[in-house]
């Protein structure tokens, strides 16, 4: 089987992420503890203390994942969390420390949800890629470096995208839903698939479990909610209080109320002793994607599209559900009781000519730019016109992409691969010493490639690139890191399958740990060990073109086709041209007089003729210098009937003015 290609991807962010950046679609109340565990599409979960309810409630992050979190549940009376991703990974995690115990990869697509049976402690998992797998939690819980084995029991079968699971405490019986439109009841014993429930007209969304397995409710994409009699096969009552697609649904202890909601915002509350009494609690002002039952079961946690997640007093919708008379359409909480907010995300960016600074825009249209170079923002320009920023920091330059960005996780996602990390090279000036023995220097322009820089400063806590670099004092000097490129030691990095699963994530601080640094020797693609390990720069790339010298307005008189590095400038071009066409062409003719005048001076004295010649070589050379600089003041550089500006290099010439397909064509001329 062919090796799949390796990428990397570090992200662009704060050292401490406190708030949620978009959506957050795991909400799990711990009652014991009292504590709120949340996760959503910042990769992220969070813990909130609850006892400080009201004020800051933030209390740890636990980071591992590297794309959406999409269910957590609380597993081991609450000791330890589970937590399934769209990084094709299952996490455990211990609860109260927050760290990452193990991670479970038997998924090859998203893993979407998570069901869980409290007296057996066994949790279902369903996915993308079809599959359903049971995992029994005191195996896992036991899982060492050394006892690293893990065995699932499967359901077969399915040929659909799971999206919601469901199961009853005592394990006895699992239910799934999919696009397939049909719940598949299993048992979890067996693995068997013991019937279908068919009359959803849409993807089923979620699913809750009596205690004792006997009835299932459903909500669907169709606006539907079903209460389902497993006994009897069919369908026992249907709740059409929806106006658009159902997401979500949570139950009480004793299964008589019903919380749901979806794509219409509204948070419904329905009667299971008699479903056709139902109450909006609330109406949220983004889609929901999930609602939790709190404390005593008196608040309901509600989270949405949005990052904010808001608590809301279940008093008065519990009291109106009761009541004789109620108006059927009224929203009984106006305002909810907290809010435990969260932060903007991310949701334009554009990259900049030069290839190194990001302009984005954010979910709360503040405006701020980013150096990929430094992963950090470099100015926050708040409220402002983000097209018109965009234009004023455009410039006339082409460098080739060396780096691709995503926002799905709310924050700049920058990656790199084999096919273009090496593709673009700038100049940088520095001072260089002429002779150690003056303070005399000259600033000259050195190459630099934007991803062996990039490279190196992502590993530059790896023991291995900082043995490397002492071994080579030239190299070490040449590449710049504190000056140009500097990545924070809380940036994270991932190593993953082009296309497919993470390999490894770690902080660039800790790439020297003793797990990281063997981890990389395994994962790292030879094309990342070749720059920071064996010191191989990619070579300058060569442009082609041909010179014509312009002698009029219609006549052309070709030249040479030539080629040089993509980032050479007109100016340097135009010196060439110089020095080539014009002081050649002028010293051939000097020559040819100074060969006349000797053989004129024959008769001369050979030492007034020696100290004569030496005098003028040594003048001619400076001249000659002298010449190629003034240059510019003699001949201009044109492509597309366009004069070029000096500063411009080849790669821009090509981009902007040329804009077409084979070799690029210059014309020079002097100037009028």
């Keep these: 089987m062919q090796k799949k290609r390796v990428q990397l991807s570090f992200l662009i962010r704060n050292e401490n992420e406190r708030l949620h950046r978009g959506g957050i679609n795991a909400l799990r109340y711990d009652p014991k503890n009292d504590r709120l565990y949340t996760a959503g599409r910042d990769s992220i979960i969070r813990a909130w203390d609850c006892k400080r309810y009201g004020s800051d409630m933030y209390e740890y992050s636990m980071e591992h994942h590297t794309d959406w979190v999409n269910d957590i549940v609380l597993v081991n009376s609450g000791k330890h969390i589970l937590s399934a991703s769209s990084d094709a990974t299952i996490k455990l995690w211990n609860a109260p420390k927050g760290t990452c115990m193990s991670t479970l990869r038997t998924h090859k697509d998203f893993v979407k949800c998570l069901a869980y049976a409290k007296d057996k402690e066994q949790v279902a998992s369903g996915g993308f890629d079809n599959n359903i797998f049971l995992w029994d939690i005191n195996v896992l819980t036991a899982l060492t470096a050394v006892n690293n084995t893990v065995t699932t029991s499967t359901f077969t079968g399915n040929e659909h995208s799971v999206y919601s699971l469901a199961m009853n405490p005592s394990g006895t019986v699992l239910v799934s839903g999919s696009p397939e439109n049909v719940i598949r009841v299993y048992d979890p014993r067996t693995c068997a698939l013991l019937m279908k429930l068919k009359g959803h007209t849409d993807n089923i969304r979620a699913l809750v479990l009596n ?80 609602v939790e039952l709190g404390k005593e079961q008196q608040q309901l946690w509600v989270s949405t599209t949005e990052s904010n997640i808001r608590c809301w007093n279940l008093k008065d919708s519990l009291a109106a559900l009761t009541r004789t008379n ?87 996602t920058v990656t790199l691969e084999e096919s273009d990390v090496f593709a673009s090279w700038i100049a940088v000036k520095e001072s260089v010493d002429n002779n150690s023995a003056s303070s005399n220097s000259e600033i000259v322009d050195l190459k630099e490639n934007y991803g062996v820089l990039m490279l190196h400063s992502l590993f530059e806590h790896w023991p291995v690139t900082k043995q490397t670099l002492e071994t080579n004092d030239g190299y070490a000097e040449r590449i710049h890191l504190d000056n140009l ?56 790339t060569k442009i082609p073109f041909i010179l014509h010298h312009q002698i009029s307005s219609t006549k052309l008189n070709k030249k040479d086709r030539l080629s040089a590095s993509d980032m050479m400038i007109v100016r340097k071009v135009i010196e060439y041209i110089y020095e080539r066409y014009v002081l050649n062409e002028q010293q051939q003719q000097q020559q040819l007089q100074q060969q006349q005048q000797q053989q004129q001076q024959q008769n001369s004295a050979m030492a007034t003729a020696g100290n004569g010649s030496g005098q003028h070589d040594g003048n001619g050379e400076q001249q000659r210098e002298s010449d190629i600089s003034k240059s510019i003041d003699h001949i201009e550089l044109l492509c597309q009937e366009q004069v070029l500006d000096l500063s411009m290099d080849l790669r821009t010439v090509k981009h902007f003015m040329w804009k077409g397909g084979g070799d690029l064509v210059l014309c020079f001329r002097s100037k009028s």
């Design 485 to 540: 490129c500097h990545l924070p030691g809380h940036t994270p990095i991932f190593v993953g399958e082009i296309g497919g699963r993470t390999l490894y994530r770690f902080r660039c601080s800790e790439a020297g740990g003793e797990p990281e640094q063997s981890f990389l020797y395994e994962v790292l693609p030879q094309f990342i060990t070749n720059v920071i390990i064996k010191h191989q720069i990619p070579p300058l």
């Design 211 to 290: 205690r004792d397995g006997t009835q299932c409710i459903s909500a669907s994409s169709d606006h539907s909610i079903r209460i389902w009699s497993l006994g009897q096969q069919r369908c026992i009552s249907k709740i059409q209080i929806h106006s658009d697609a159902v997401w979500t649904l949570c139950v009480n202890e004793a299964f008589t109320r019903l919380y749901s909601s979806g794509r219409d915002r509204k948070v419904y509350l329905t009667d299971l002793t008699e479903t056709t009494r139902s109450v909006c609690v609330c109406q949220e002002a983004e889609p929901v994607l999930r």
């Design 326 to 412: 109620y108006y059927d359409g009224e929203v009984i909480c106006k305002q909810p009781d907290m809010i435990i907010q969260g932060g903007p995300a991310l949701k334009h960016y554009h990259i900049l000519s030069d290839k190194r600074y990001i302009v984005t825009k954010d979910s709360n249209n503040n405006v701020a730019v980013y150096d990929v170079l430094q992963a950090r923002m470099t100015e926050n320009l708040g409220k402002c016109d983000y097209e018109e920023e965009i234009r004023k920091r455009t410039k006339t330059v082409f460098v080739p992409n060396w780096f691709s960005v995503d926002l799905k996780v709310g924050v700049l």
